[in-house]
Nanobody
Framework: QLQASGGGLVQAGDSLRLSCAAS????????MVWFRQAPGMERRFVAAITWSGGSTVYADAVKDRFTISRDNAKNTGYLQMNSLKPEDTATYYCAVDREGGLARTASRYMNYWGKGTLVTVSS
């Protein structure tokens, strides 16, 4: 029901845009969240956006470099990643939370998960 795409191998300083395609019933009414998981590390919050797109929140590590957005008409969410760093290397996952606001971003609260897309940033 969720599918992330757009990952790839890039160099430090480059940009990528990830997409998260979803079925309408689970996407347009709920908060969307991006997480990432580096090898050997726990899954971590990256960014979240309300169902309307009116409010967003970011992890400190990506603030001012990443932008989360969504197009409910297309049932698609996005993560624009600029000024990528080697430490951004991870598998990126999109998720949907049916309840709660932007303060609730822990992975255990997510109701739906997509398969991840791998982002590799070389130095």
């Amino acid at each position: 029901q969720l599918q992330a795409s757009g990952g790839g191998l890039v160099q430090a300083g480059d940009s990528l845009r990830l997409s998260c395609a979803a079925s309408g019933q689970i996407f347009s009414r709920f908060k969307m969240v991006w997480f990432r998981q580096a090898p050997g590390m726990e899954r971590r919050f990256v960014a979240a956006i309300t169902w309307s797109g009116g409010s967003t929140v970011y992890a400190d590590a990506v603030k001012d470099r990443f932008t989360i957005s969504r197009d409910n008409a297309k049932n698609t969410g996005y993560l624009q990643m600029n000024s990528l760093k080697p430490e951004d290397t991870a598998t990126y996952y999109c998720a949907v939370d049916r309840e709660g606001g932007l303060a609730r971003t822990a992975s255990r609260y997510m109701n739906y998960w997509g398969k991840g897309t791998l982002v590799t940033v070389s130095s």
